[in-house]
């Protein structure tokens, strides 16, 4: 025989027979139903009633992180029932429309959603507070979007447009601010606004990758770009120039900066604000992904007192994050770090930063020349561009500071290859480096949505066995769900190349051999290559082979990788 509702929860031990006499007399006076009551009394949770009713009615308890909510389905019940009976559709199974319900015995509610739909509903469990949630979360920013272009277009005169312009509830004002807050969001770190002959795009780079999020209408479009502006303090007359800007916000706890460019288009000022959220947490190293072996290579170069650490790769690729990933470890009160950068984009309490301004003769190589006035123990460049600045962060090296930097290579040997090219002295450059820590990003698999299947792409197979591995049976991909917006990634994490100089490779250096022979020098030395790395993280589940070829793959790599 099926329990009843309030034998459960006593079972559970959530009430006594004594909180449960009193509910029962609440339920006679209010007509309410029984877990109504208990939740008015404040005796259980909207939780505890759900699950409890799940057991008690044989009915199927939603999690909605497990589900994906197809916007298709969730329209087929006006957004006015959905708010008002705490409903939702979630799919169409065997010709049944599953609907998850506050109160699934509710027969007057089934039987309107059944005339609205003209399916017969097959009732689900879950809380009013789940339901209105997850509603809330299939509201994407597109269909809210379309509620401001329908208020927009009801506007009537076009000079109350223009009033309304610049004020906090204009249609412009809330696009642009439901724009930066939904990048938030979905974890972009980055927001392009396009202009184009019919309106702007919006596209976000979410783990690395540019994905279309909306369409603005044309009319919109100059109302978006100067709210935009207003917020990053640029000028909004000025349509024929590039400016650079930063805005601070603040959403849900977490505090983000935002660098903001603008750049004239033939159809308008395309904006591109890079995200950049300040919380401590990303900047400590263990949480980069770097191999333990790597990690401790690291924590050594970083023990020294002077010397010249590069952190290397293409654009996009973690570089000057890494580099504040540094100076967090360095940072101490016994220290005077000094940076010249640009731009600056972690503000980090303790630590000196400049910002490049060639307006003011402030560059890399002038602001490098008076930091070293300014009695620094570490110093950090944000790029080594030219030679002026190449030669002057090696002497400071070899003057007895530490020193950071970056330099666009696409591996840490080929990083010294470029230097002496710069014709940086081999002799000074040999004195002064310390390491090389090459790297890329790759997204992860999420760990929701995780499949395993065989390997039998031959592309990867091939260069697998270039690299002298053994191509691994197993590998991993996202099938997609929810909680990865159904792409089956869901955050980065590094591959790297770390390496640390020896004897050997500055002898080499110094006698300016040729990059292939300082190959074989730090494959001896225990050098793990980019490619191999990747492999290693391809075997062991934390990518896939889509993100290797994407990443690190190169033809000029098979065969010549070893």
């Given at each position: 025989?099926?329990?009843?509702?309030?034998?459960?929860?006593?079972?559970?031990?959530?009430?006594?027979?004594?909180?449960?006499?009193?509910?029962?007399?609440?339920?006679?006076?209010?007509?309410?139903?029984?877990?109504?009551?208990?939740?008015?009394?404040?005796?259980?949770?909207?939780?505890?009633?759900?699950?409890?009713?799940?057991?008690?009615?044989?009915?199927?308890?939603?999690?909605?992180?497990?589900?994906?909510?197809?916007?298709?389905?969730?329209?087929?019940?006006?957004?006015?029932?959905?708010?008002?009976?705490?409903?939702?559709?979630?799919?169409?199974?065997?010709?049944?429309?599953?609907?998850?319900?506050?109160?699934?015995?509710?027969?007057?509610?089934?039987?309107?959603?059944?005339?609205?739909?003209?399916?017969?509903?097959?009732?689900?469990?879950?809380?009013?507070?789940?339901?209105?949630d997850a509603f809330q979360r299939t509201r994407n920013?597109?269909?809210?979007?379309?509620?401001?272009?329908?208020?927009?277009?009801?506007?009537?005169?076009?000079?109350?447009?223009?009033?309304?312009?610049?004020?906090?509830?204009?249609?412009?004002?809330?696009?642009?601010?439901?724009?930066?807050?939904?990048?938030?969001?979905?974890?972009?770190?980055?927001?392009?606004?396009?202009?184009?002959?019919?309106?702007?795009?919006?596209?976000?780079?979410?783990?690395?990758?540019?994905?279309?999020?909306?369409?603005?209408?044309?009319?919109?479009?100059?109302?978006?770009?100067?709210?935009?502006?207003?917020?990053?303090?640029?000028?909004?007359?000025?349509?024929?120039?590039?400016?650079?800007?930063?805005?601070?916000?603040?959403?849900?706890?977490?505090?983000?900066?935002?660098?903001?460019?603008?750049?004239?288009?033939?159809?308008?000022?395309?904006?591109?604000?890079?995200?950049?959220?300040?919380?401590?947490?990303?900047?400590?190293?263990?949480?980069?992904?770097?191999?333990?072996?790597?990690?401790?290579?690291?924590?050594?170069?970083?023990?020294?007192?002077?010397?010249?650490?590069?952190?290397?790769?293409?654009?996009?690729?973690?570089?000057?994050t890494t580099l504040y990933a540094f100076l967090n470890?360095?940072?101490?009160?016994?220290?005077?770090?000094?940076?010249?950068?640009?731009?600056?984009?972690?503000?980090?309490?303790?630590?000196?930063?400049?910002?490049?301004?060639?307006?003011?003769?402030?560059?890399?190589?002038?602001?490098?020349?008076?930091?070293?006035?300014?009695?620094?123990?570490?110093?950090?460049?944000?790029?080594?561009?030219?030679?002026?600045?190449?030669?002057?962060?090696?002497?400071?090296?070899?003057?007895?500071?530490?020193?950071?930097?970056?330099?666009?290579?696409?591996?840490?040997?080929?990083?010294?290859?470029?230097?002496?090219?710069?014709?940086?002295?081999?002799?000074?450059?040999?004195?002064?480096?310390?390491?090389?820590?090459?790297?890329?990003?790759?997204?992860?698999?999420?760990?929701?949505?995780?499949?395993?299947?065989?390997?039998?792409?031959?592309?990867?197979?091939?260069?697998?066995?270039?690299?002298?591995?053994?191509?691994?049976?197993?590998?991993?991909?996202?099938?997609?769900?929810?909680?990865?917006?159904?792409?089956?990634?869901?955050?980065?994490?590094?591959?790297?190349?770390?390496?640390?100089?020896?004897?050997?490779?500055?002898?080499?250096?110094?006698?300016?051999?040729?990059?292939?022979?300082?190959?074989?020098?730090?494959?001896?030395?225990?050098?793990?290559t980019l490619q191999v790395a990747a492999v290693r993280?391809?075997?062991?589940?934390?990518?896939?082979?889509?993100?290797?070829?994407?990443?690190?793959?190169?033809?000029?790599?098979?065969?010549?990788?070893?």
């Amino acid at each position: 025989m099926r329990k009843r509702l309030g034998d459960i929860l006593q079972d559970q031990g959530l009430i006594t027979e004594q909180q449960l006499a009193s509910a029962l007399e609440e339920q006679l006076n209010t007509g309410d139903r029984l877990g109504q009551a208990l939740i008015k009394l404040g005796l259980v949770t909207p939780n505890q009633v759900a699950d409890a009713l799940s057991e008690h009615l044989g009915i199927e308890r939603v999690d909605f992180a497990r589900r994906y909510l197809a916007p298709e389905i969730v329209d087929l019940v006006p957004p006015s029932t959905i708010v008002s009976q705490h409903v939702l559709p979630l799919e169409i199974e065997d010709g049944f429309l599953v609907v998850a319900m506050g109160d699934p015995l509710n027969i007057n509610v089934i039987d309107d959603l059944q005339r609205l739909t003209g399916k017969i509903i097959k009732p689900l469990i879950a809380t009013e507070e789940e339901i209105d949630d997850a509603f809330q979360r299939t509201r994407n920013l597109a269909q809210s979007a379309r509620e401001v272009f329908d208020r927009y277009q009801a506007e009537e005169k076009e000079q109350e447009e223009e009033q309304q312009q610049f004020l906090g509830d204009a249609p412009g004002v809330k696009l642009a601010n439901m724009i930066l807050e939904q990048a938030i969001k979905q974890r972009a770190s980055d927001v392009h606004l396009e202009p184009h002959a019919e309106g702007m795009r919006v596209r976000y780079r979410v783990d690395g990758i540019l994905r279309d999020i909306m369409e603005i209408p044309r009319h919109l479009q100059s109302d978006v770009v100067s709210r935009v502006k207003i917020m990053a303090n640029l000028d909004i007359t000025e349509r024929r120039k590039p400016q650079d800007g930063r805005i601070q916000m603040d959403l849900e706890e977490q505090e983000v900066d935002m660098r903001i460019s603008s750049l004239p288009t033939v159809y308008g000022e395309k904006i591109v604000a890079r995200v950049l959220h300040k919380s401590s947490n990303l900047l400590e190293l263990e949480d980069f992904g770097f191999s333990p072996a790597n990690l401790e290579k690291i924590e050594r170069m970083l023990r020294l007192s002077q010397g010249l650490i590069l952190v290397t790769g293409p654009t996009g690729s973690g570089k000057s994050t890494t580099l504040y990933a540094f100076l967090n470890r360095l940072n101490s009160p016994e220290k005077n770090i000094v940076t010249v950068e640009d731009p600056v984009e972690y503000r980090l309490a303790g630590v000196n930063q400049v910002q490049v301004n060639p307006r003011a003769d402030l560059t890399f190589s002038t602001g490098l020349r008076t930091v070293l006035r300014q009695d620094p123990d570490v110093i950090m460049v944000g790029e080594i561009r030219d030679e002026e600045t190449g030669e002057i962060a090696v002497r400071s090296a070899l003057t007895g500071h530490l020193v950071l930097s970056t330099l666009h290579t696409n591996s840490a040997v080929a990083t010294i290859t470029r230097l002496l090219n710069m014709n940086l002295q081999s002799y000074i450059l040999s004195s002064t480096i310390i390491g090389v820590v090459a790297q890329r990003l790759v997204r992860t698999i999420c760990p929701d949505c995780k499949v395993a299947e065989p390997l039998t792409d031959p592309l990867m197979l091939r260069f697998i066995r270039s690299l002298h591995l053994e191509p691994p049976e197993t590998v991993y991909r996202g099938k997609g769900c929810p909680l990865c917006k159904n792409t089956g990634y869901r955050g980065r994490t590094i591959v790297e190349e770390v390496l640390l100089f020896n004897r050997d490779l500055r002898k080499a250096v110094e006698q300016n051999v040729g990059e292939g022979e300082l190959w074989d020098l730090a494959l001896e030395s225990g050098l793990v290559t980019l490619q191999v790395a990747a492999v290693r993280k391809l075997a062991a589940g934390i990518t896939t082979a889509d993100e290797i070829i994407r990443t690190v793959y190169s033809v000029d790599m098979e065969g010549d990788v070893s």
